[in-house]
């Protein structure tokens, strides 16, 4: 799969990056990769499920994330795939309890295909089939790994079996975010156990010669889009930016005053 690169506006990082260089006592690799190792924790920060509804809106804890990930997840399998007793409730509503007492009795005496029949009319044509382990799911996911469909596709014979795939889905939540696990593991960033578990395409590389500093960093989980990770990194290097400005501020009121024989009040 090739990189899609993404374009991010640097120039206000690049400034406060030479400043925080020119007056620190640690070499500028060090700086540098302080700086670069901040922005990726960044960028993990906001790889869902790991933020709110927009990026920027406030971090998530892992279990918060973890639990918001399950959910969405099972809601994507729920809008395509139904139950037999979602179907029966279709059926009470709009035709009775003698309709459904019927559809129970043939589901129950494994009459499927009699019982699939009678469900059509009620459920915009869907009707009851052996579970396809996931294949519709897997049709319907778009290009973010949602799924946007508006009527169910068919009711599952054998909700356990639906229940099993959907629980199976849920443990791979974080998929996406371990997409950073190989530049995490370059530059010493510890991931929760519940994100280094997995192992999803991604590479990192760290430069550093006499006359060049380079951090590079892909995520190729196929359904990160080159648009969403660009707001995503520039999300994080615009709070590494920020940061880096409080720790000027606070060089500034402290250090700058002390090196030249001053002490400034709080």
Known sequence: MAVQEVKLDWSDFERKLARRMSTATRSIYEVAAEQFKGIIKGVVGVTPPMHDQGIGDGMTTV???????????????????????????????????????????LYKHQKFSQASEMLLPYASGAGLYAFDAGAVHRRFRNKRGSVNSRRKIYFVQDPDELRAYAAKKQENVFWLASGWKDICAKMGISLPAAISKHHAPGVGTIELTSDRIRFFAANDVSYGRAVDLERRVQFAVDAQSSKMQRQWETFMKTQFWQDAGFQMAA
């Open 63 to 105: 279990p918060q994330a973890r639990a918001a990930g399950r959910r969405k997840v099972a809601s994507d399998i729920a809008k395509l795939y139904g139950t037999p007793s979602e179907a029966a409730e279709l059926i009470k509503d709009q035709a009775g309890p003698d309709q459904v007492k019927e559809f129970w009795a």
